[in-house]
């Protein structure tokens, strides 16, 4: 994959809740309306690029999980972090 971009979109995360229901439907028109879109996270990242950004999400959940799956790790791989 060398000399390929890296994707993060809204649609590769999820949200499991402190019930351990996971919520898969976190892209939501009102989460990528909510902020200019300088201030989000670009689509795509390339080799060696530095970027800052936000990614939003939306769910009901105070707490719990993000998790991050990209399409191109085929559901297969990603990270997770606590909130």
């Known amino acids: 994959m060398q000399g390929m971009t ?15 229901i996971t919520e898969s439907n976190v892209d939501t028109y009102a989460a990528s309306s ?22 939003v999400l939306d769910t009901a959940a105070p707490s719990g999980v993000v998790v991050f799956k990209p399409w191109y790790g085929g559901g297969a791989t990603g990270w997770e972090w606590p909130f």
């Open 6 to 20: 890296v994707d993060f979109t809204a649609t590769d995360f999820s949200i499991i809740g402190p019930d351990g």
């Open 34 to 55: 909510c902020l200019p879109e300088g201030d989000l996270l670009p689509m795509a990242i390339g080799p060696g690029e530095n970027v800052v950004g936000k990614v």
